[in-house]
């Protein structure tokens, strides 16, 4: 059973940093390209990065030079580094492997303020 649990977030003015975590369960995650999404109030689900199974991570281009997504296959966790913070950022992010159909996590919340 896939279970994706996600931490991290929280209030940070604009310019900071979070770092957000995702705890999956389910041998699916070492062999899976995994992926975190966000979304904000009023608005659509949508990908912010990508990591192959391998390591290899693209970026949507509103986050691009200022996210870095990475994995631990060894602790089935993916994680999310976000600097330089902008108040658009604020929504609640999500990880999802990439191309398969399970239930969404509770999600994190991250609110920036100006």
């Known amino acids: 059973q896939v279970q994706l649990v996600e931490s991290g977030g929280g209030l940070v003015q604009a310019g900071g940093s979070l770092r957000l975590s995702c705890a999956a369960s389910?041998?699916?995650?070492?062999?899976?390209?995994m992926g975190w999404y966000r979304q904000a109030p009023g608005k659509q689900r949508e990908m912010v990065a990508g990591?192959?199974?391998?390591?290899?991570?693209n970026y949507a281009a509103f986050v691009k030079g200022r996210f870095t997504i990475s994995r631990d296959n060894s602790k089935n966790t993916l994680y999310l580094q976000m600097n330089s913070l902008k108040p658009e950022d604020t929504a609640v992010y999500y990880c999802?492997?990439?191309?398969?159909?399970?239930?969404w996590g509770q999600g994190t919340q991250v609110t920036v303020s100006s």
């Open positions: 999802k492997p990439v191309g398969m159909t399970v239930p």
């Open positions: 389910g041998s699916f995650f070492v062999t899976n390209a």
């Open positions: 990591i192959t199974s391998g390591g290899r991570p």
